[in-house]
């Protein structure tokens, strides 16, 4: 059963960086073969898709976070990435990282249901 740890999260000042990084493990097929996001929920907000990687590697994001964020992955160590660069206090929230099967000659979804695996989620705190 596939299981998805994040960590890199913390407290940073406004205009500061992050690096939030995914492991996963026991996944029947390497991450490339996934299609992987990037999702944060703030208190009292829903869940919003921040990032998203498809198994081409072709990337998607959030209007709020582009220019900003940069999500990639690293095969080997079977790691999924979230650069995040001057940060705002409205980025503030538990960020998870999620996976999905990518299936031949098919898109995948970016809504939270299209998603079958789900880390445990790190909190991100920028202060003003």
């Known amino acids: 059963q596939g299981q998805l740890v994040e960590s890199g999260g913390g407290s940073v000042q406004a205009g500061g960086s992050l690096r939030l990084s995914c492991k996963a493990s026991?996944?029947?097929?390497?991450?490339?073969?996934?299609?992987l996001a990037w999702f944060r929920q703030a208190p009292g907000q829903e869940r919003e898709l921040v990032a998203f990687?498809?198994?081409?590697?072709?990337?998607t994001y959030a209007d709020s976070v582009k220019g900003r964020f940069t999500t990639s992955k690293e095969k080997a160590k079977s790691t999924l990435y979230l650069q995040m660069n001057n940060l705002k206090p409205e980025d503030s929230a538990v960020y998870s990282c999620a996976a999905a099967l990518a299936i031949p000659w098919s898109t995948c979804g970016q809504s939270q249901t299209d998603f079958g695996y789900w880390g445990q989620g790190t909190q991100v705190t920028v202060s003003s």
């Open positions: 026991g996944f029947r097929y390497t991450i490339d073969t996934y299609c």
């Open positions: 990687l498809d198994d081409d590697d072709k990337t």
